[in-house]
């Protein structure tokens, strides 16, 4: 789409709301973005051109020439967009020299709005559904778990000629797969996604246009349980304790004709629907799949179908009011893994290593069968010490897939409504099994990955790696906690204290918008944000310290890292009410009251004093609304807040803190949270600092800190002149540390430091999982403090970069991130005294580089020295560094440093 080929900036990476050209979008001022690349030093974009088209190529708005030169986005000001259309756009971006350069994208319009819909929610007569089938082994009893088949709906219907274009919108209250003529419709897995369903079902379009074909035609779907029916969380109770019983579809594909003409098939009572022969299917439990009730050809026009066992549907409701165009990008089945090693552990036995514990399933090729054979899949996260699966941590989630064979005596075993968290497979029932013949399915939500990080120590790396696939394991629809037992809840504090990690290694920002939604519904009347989002009956409710403040916390995150206001508009009021809840029932201050469930610095090995940690998370979230209402210029509210913060850091300093800079409690947290959050005076933090560093050492150095705690300890070490510690606490290998677990096996990130050890064996069952990305935190500090990427303090969507390297006595590091603004990245090494630094700063952006040195006269980039090199200007010189401001462009640093 390059209409020119200026030698000015180059914008690319198109996004619309965050997301490539979108399918289905509800918001009325969409925000339109662009990253840039240049090949030359010191580029910076002279201003932009935005124009929108729609599709007949009527041009419906334009920003006319935008002189803005830190510009990477505008938000939508035109008339407003119509439902169901598709608008084309183009970015023009002007060089320093006036030459333009055009690059062009698409976004679609979704239902816009409740009053759009004629469908109507449909599933198999319930009464009907048969669920009291003796169970055979390996299978649940249906009844005794409330378990129930999954329901199949479908519909045949004539098309006169190809229509030029076809959408449909569809949504399940449980999960959904749509088939036109027999293909799957898109690659979503566990549609529509876990919202509260009570306040808001998402939907999403897919473009069918492909699959219809003129004469009849058969829209078909397979609906189960998911989280809308099915087991969700550690509630004991029944499914249908948290939204509904039975899964339902809604869906409208819309056919549209050459001339304009729509016409609209949608879900309604002329549907028909049947049993599945997925027999039950619930997320935590596991799923069924009996091949001998299977009807070949249900999802076909015409041919060997069958309508035997076929009702007209059952028409479950009308009301459309609550869906919403979802968001975040979908799950899907992002890459597969081998089979390490199968062995075999009985007659008809084998266990399988992944060799990576991850969240999905498998896809096993069974042979040999007869039917009526029953192939059984467990799933576990490690072996026991016997050398069989270990599955006493998942709690009551069964995690086992059955396939129950029909005829054919080779078949394929995917299921499609359940996931897991799981390393190894136990299969019984087959008399052979090749690693060939069985893979790992990895499913995610499909947050686009935009970060890299290495360095000269094997064991860091892998921790890095561990700690990705935290992210990737626990990114399924929410941010959850677990992947595994019966929990895999959107934990709030999880999600506050991994979100630094996650931005720098995916683009979640769209994934967190979907999910802040959640978070703002679950909030109470009083204000309270909640512990868990989407919330959920049977977990209380009342946001604890640090738990509920992520409503605060994250938006601020998000803004800071994409550059984005409106994290800020859209959550603004939530924040504040957070804070006058706090407030209103603690107006001493010291936030001891209303504290919901108070879960402290969880898990750690020294506890903080409650009243300190409440109250620091209160200052901070006080300090972070009135920062966010400043950005959007509420400056009242900006003022209240601001004051309000001063107060309670105050507060905190007078019942808290000693004259020397002693905290009460005494603990690594309490320290962290004081420095981190600012709430020392300034003659405190020398005292704090020194105490702080004290505490560490004498644990090893080691760290005693539990989830609140543990994200800050490197950045704190380092931004008070302890980086050595920082190294120090990241290189330690006996327990609690980051690498512990990994040299015992871990390929992901534990919820606990000693989940398991070679004296005790595993910890406490009831809560170990060996997949929470909480302590992996630190992955965060591996990017800005190791490698040294940052944006400066202050700096929103990477604008103001801060290169500060810590090199430690490692020798080489690097990052790389693909910022909103473009690349970013920074590679150093260090070899015979030289220190290399390679820099990489996008189009319009600056930087700070400190580059580490023991002589700072000497340092020289690209072969010059440093004061003479283009683009690079002195800022100013410490012991140990040289301070350099620079342009965009890529730049090489060497320096002396021994
Ligand atoms: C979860 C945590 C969560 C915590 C609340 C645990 O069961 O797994 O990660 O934040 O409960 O303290």
Not at 256 to 283: E, F, K
Not at 466 to 489: H, K, M, Y
Not at 873 to 893: D, K, Q, T, V, W
Request: charged share 20%; glycine share 12%; with cysteine.
């Amino acid at each position: 789409m390059t209409e020119s080929q200026g030698r000015g900036p180059l914008p690319y990476g198109l996004r619309c709301d965050h997301r490539v050209e979108p399918l289905g979008l509800d918001e009325p001022a969409p925000l339109l973005s662009w990253r840039l690349s240049s090949g030359r030093r010191g580029d910076a974009p002279a201003g932009y051109r935005v124009r929108v088209r729609d599709e007949d190529g009527t041009q419906v708005w334009d920003t006319g020439a935008v002189d803005d030169p830190s510009a990477v986005s505008v938000r939508y000001g035109g008339p407003a967009l119509r439902a169901r259309t598709r608008y084309l756009w183009t970015v023009a971006v002007a060089g320093a020299d006036g030459a333009w350069t055009q690059e062009g994208s698409w976004f679609e319009t979704g239902m816009q709005g409740p009053s759009a819909w004629t469908a109507a929610w449909i599933t198999h007569d319930p009464s009907v559904l048969d669920v009291v089938d003796a169970p055979e082994e390996g299978e649940l009893a249906l009844a005794d778990h409330g378990l129930q088949p999954a329901v199949r709906l479908r519909k045949a219907f004539e098309v006169p000629a190809a229509p030029a274009g076809a959408r449909l919108y569809v949504t399940a209250r449980g999960l959904y797969e749509m088939r036109v003529n027999g293909e799957r419709v898109g690659d979503a897995e566990l549609a529509p996604g876990w919202t509260d369903y009570r306040d808001r079902v998402d939907y999403q379009v897919h473009d069918v246009t492909g699959l219809l074909r003129p004469g009849t035609n058969m829209l078909a779907a397979t609906v189960a349980d998911g989280w809308w029916s099915g087991f969700a969380g550690f509630d004991p109770r029944r499914p249908g304790a948290h939204y509904g019983t039975f899964p339902q579809l809604l869906a409208e594909l819309h056919l549209v004709h050459a001339g304009g003409a729509v016409d609209v098939i949608a879900t309604g009572g002329d549907w028909q629907s049947a049993r599945s022969p997925v027999r039950y299917a619930d997320l935590l439990k596991g799923e069924c799949h009996d091949l001998r009730r299977e009807t070949p050809g249900w999802d076909l026009p015409a041919g060997d179908r069958d309508d035997a066992g076929w009702l007209p549907a059952w028409v479950a409701g009308t009301d459309p009011s609550r869906l919403t165009a979802s968001a975040a990008p979908p799950v899907r089945a992002v890459r597969e893994l081998p089979a390490r090693s199968v062995t075999r552990a009985g007659e008809n036995r084998f266990l399988v290593d992944f060799g990576q514990n991850f969240a999905g399933r498998v896809r096993l090729t069974a042979r040999g069968l007869t039917r009526g054979d029953r192939v059984v899949v467990r799933h576990g996260e490690a072996l026991d010490d016997a050398g069989g699966l270990y599955t006493a941590n998942l709690r009551t989630a069964d995690a086992t897939d059955v396939l129950i064979a029909g005829d054919d005596a080779e078949t394929v075993f995917e299921p499609r409504f359940t996931y897991h968290g799981f390393r190894h497979v136990e299969v019984t029932g087959l008399t052979a099994l090749d690693a060939g013949d069985i893979t790992g399915v990895v499913l995610h939500s499909d947050t686009p990955w935009a970060g890299e990080f290495t360095c000269s120590d094997p064991g860091i790396d892998r921790l890095h790696q561990a700690i990705c696939w935290g992210q990737r394991s626990n990114f399924v629809s929410v941010p959850t906690d677990c992947p595994q037992r019966d929990e895999r809840l959107g934990w709030l504090a999880d999600a506050q204290v991994f979100l630094p990690t996650a931005c720098l290694n995916a683009d979640v920002a769209a994934f967190f918008d979907g999910w802040l939604r959640e978070v703002r519904g679950a909030q109470s009347p009083d204000g309270a944000f909640t512990n868990v989002a989407p919330r959920l009956a049977g977990v209380a409710d009342e946001g604890a310290p640090g738990w509920g403040d992520a409503g605060v916390l994250i938006p601020w995150h998000l803004y800071q890292v994409y550059g984005d206001e409106r994290f800020l508009e859209r959550n603004l009021d939530a924040m504040c009410a957070w804070v006058d809840h706090i407030h209103r029932h603690n107006p001493g201050l010291v936030w001891t009251r209303r504290v919901g469930p108070h879960f402290a610095d969880w898990l750690a090995p020294a506890p903080t004093p409650r009243d300190v940690l409440a109250t620091a998370y209160f200052a901070r979230s006080a300090d972070l609304t009135a920062r966010a209402a400043g950005v959007l210029g509420r400056d009242e509210t900006a003022a209240r807040y601001g004051a309000l913060a001063g107060h309670i850091r105050k507060t905190f300093t007078e019942r808290f803190a000693t004259p020397d800079g002693r905290i009460h409690g005494d603990t690594q947290t309490g320290y962290l949270l004081a420095l981190a959050f600012g709430l020392l005076p300034a003659e405190l933090v020398p005292g704090a600092v020194r105490r702080l560093a004290e505490l560490v050492e004498e644990a090893g150095p080691g760290l005693t800190t539990g989830f609140l705690g543990v994200g800050l300890i490197a950045p704190v070490l380092d931004a008070h002149g302890h980086a050595d510690l920082a190294h120090a606490l990241l290189r330690r290998t006996d327990p609690p540390s980051w690498l512990y677990p990994l040299g015992h096996g871990a390929t992901t990130v534990w919820e606990r430091w000693d989940g398991y050890t070679a004296e005790r064996g595993f910890q406490a069952a009831a809560m170990n999982s060996f997949n929470h990305y909480a302590l992996g935190s630190v992955g965060e500090w591996l990017h800005r403090g190791v490698a040294g990427l940052d944006q400066a303090p202050g700096s929103a969507g990477y604008r103001e970069l801060l290169i500060r390297p810590r090199p430690g006595d490692l020798t080489s590091a690097s990052a790389r991130y693909e910022s909103v603004r473009g690349t970013v990245a920074t590679a150093w090494s260090r070899h015979d005294g030289v220190f290399d630094l390679r820099v990489t700063v996008p189009p319009g952006a600056t930087a700070t580089v400190h580059v580490p040195t023991d002589d700072p006269a000497g340092v020289r980039e690209s072969g010059v020295p440093a004061a003479d090199a283009p683009g690079v200007r002195i800022a100013g010189a410490g012991p140990r560094e040289l301070r350099c401001r620079i342009a965009s462009g890529e730049y090489r640093f060497t320096a002396g440093l021994h």
